[in-house]
């Protein structure tokens, strides 16, 4: 059974549209009204052992294009194999981590994206999801510039709308990486608990993104509002992106896995949506 988002203040359904209002608290400062349509949505609902629907969402596979770890000295091989990426049974995509020789990688996982399936600039993208935990585990839930063929990366633009090192279970970070801000000088802040880990349960992670911001939500609370004159550069955010949903082993953020680390490891996504603001 699928929750219902916990700011959801309103509902109608129209012609076979949702459309919803949100009221959003910033930090107990202010108040944030907007209008959304629900545009694309999956919910992951199927028999356990399915695969992701192919109508949706496609694939990365591998250890990235220039083979160095997707650019992040990475230590998976992402596959597309249903002990990696599969249907729960219970409403929920399940990516998983696993130790194994695969690949010529010690672990394996997966990644996927919506890249010339779905694409879209502005409004609210949102999901559901319940983290693994452990050092050197690096769960993700981000989008890419749709352009990235033409322009490449950073100039594409990448909006990071939760990352998660294993090793800091209260913590989650939203990022923008851009021409000049990319990398370690990303425009970065973190969300986090002084008694709540995010592998204990579901949390709602989202952008809300219009002309001129973003803004970043842990459920209904509004942590980081980013605008151009907040980075160090251009401003790369009024083109469509695509949605990535990755589960990533080592790498530059989070280093190595170590004696602590379990396997196997398992993102939790119970939705993602795509919303489009309406007057």
Known sequence: MKSNHPILINSLLLAALSFVSWSCQDNGNSI?????????EDNF??????????????????IGPGNDGWGNNELEYYTSRPQNISLDGAGNLAITARRESFGGRSFTSARINTKDIFEQAYGRFE?????????????????????????????????DIMEYRGQEPNLIHGSLHGPGYSGGAAVTKSFGFT????????????????????????????????RPEDVNGEWVYDNPFYIILNVAVGGNYVGFPTSQTPFPQTMQVDYVKVYKEVN
Not at 45 to 62: C, I, L, M, Q, R
Not at 198 to 222: R, S
Request: with cysteine.
């Open 32 to 40: 944030i009204n907007r209008n959304y349509e629900l545009v694309w």
């Open 45 to 62: 609902d199927g028999p356990a052992g399915e695969s992701p629907d192919p109508a949706k969402w496609t694939y990365d596979v591998g």
């Open 127 to 159: 999901a559901r999801i319940k983290m693994p935990w452990g050092p050197g585990i690096w769960p993700a839930f981000w989008m890419l510039g749709a352009n990235i063929d033409e322009v490449a990366w950073p100039q594409c633009g990448e909006i």
């Open 195 to 226: 008694n709540n880990r995010f592998d204990v349960d579901f949390h709602i992670f989202a952008v809300e993104w219009g002309d001129g911001y973003i803004d970043y939500y842990v459920d209904d609370t509004l942590y980081q509002r980013l």
